[in-house]
Antibody, heavy 117, light 113 residues
Framework: QAQLQESGPGLVKPSETLSLTCTVS????????WSWLRQPPGKGLEWIGY???????SYNPSLESRVTISLDMSKNHFSLKLTSVTAADTAVYYC???????????WGQGTLVTVSS | DIVMTQFPLSLPVTPGEPASISCRSS???????????LDWYLQKPGQSPQLLIY???KRASGVPDRFSGSGSGTDFTLKISKVEAEDVGVYFC??????????FGPGTKVDLK
């Protein structure tokens, strides 16, 4: 059974770039959709975007100008970059895996990223 | 954009008793392929969300059969036939028809009476 683990800085300064990596263990990146979602403290979920193993991507229109999702087959991980962050980007960030682009079956444990100076 | 509403927003439950949560969409989630693009997730306290039901009524792998989903178009229901203590948490629905704008419901907090 594959497992996902998010990693990256827990604190990012305003206007800087948030960078997270999701490492996949127990399986390859092939044939799946790999997504990022986030959840601000005490609030609901927001889908950020996905990348298919082929490299095709789709992003939430509200974040599209600031988001890049990429994958590295050799390292078996995929990454999220979110530029020009503000306090509104403070959230628990989750990475997920599914055979469908519109579903999120396997989740990482999540990582809290706080945007603060 | 599609707006998702849920009710109730808080649901005290008694173990062994049934429970039901409703989710309503401002637009039909019925695709021409016959599928309703409405999923249900449960987020237990301190945990990541887990997929319970997809396409309105299909139970995800590993989900106990006490969970069932029903409905079509704009009105959907998640039912727990006999609540267990481990079922507490926040249940939320999400529409996945109008991509790439997935819309989540506000969540229904289920806890024990």
């Amino acid at each position: 059974q594959a497992q996902l683990q998010e990693s990256g800085p827990g604190l990012v300064k305003p206007s800087e770039t948030l960078s997270l990596t999701c490492t996949v263990s127990g399986g390859s990146l092939s044939n799946y959709y790999w997504s990022w979602l986030r959840q601000p403290p005490g609030k609901g979920l927001e889908w950020i975007g996905y990348i298919f193993y082929s490299g095709s991507t789709s992003y939430n229109p509200s974040l599209e100008s600031r988001v890049t999702i990429s994958l590295d087959m050799s390292k078996n991980h995929f990454s999220l970059k979110l530029t020009s962050v503000t306090a509104a980007d403070t959230a628990v960030y989750y990475c997920t895996k599914d055979v469908s682009a519109v579903r999120w079956f396997l989740w990482g444990q999540g990582t809290l990223v706080t945007v603060s100076s | 954009d599609i707006v998702m509403t849920q009710f109730p927003l808080s649901l005290p439950v008694t173990p062994g008793e049934p429970a039901s949560i409703s989710c309503r969409s401002s637009q039909s989630l019925l695709h021409s392929n016959g599928n309703n693009y409405l999923d249900w997730y449960l987020q237990k306290p301190g945990q990541s969300p887990q997929l319970l039901i997809y396409l309105g009524s299909k139970r995800a792998s590993g989900v106990p059969d006490r969970f069932s989903g029903s409905g079509s178009g704009t009105d959907f229901t998640l039912k727990i036939s006999k609540v267990e203590a481990e079922d507490v948490g926040v249940y939320f629905c999400v529409q996945t028809l109008r991509t790439p704008i997935f819309t989540f419901g506000p969540g229904t907090k289920v806890d024990l009476k």
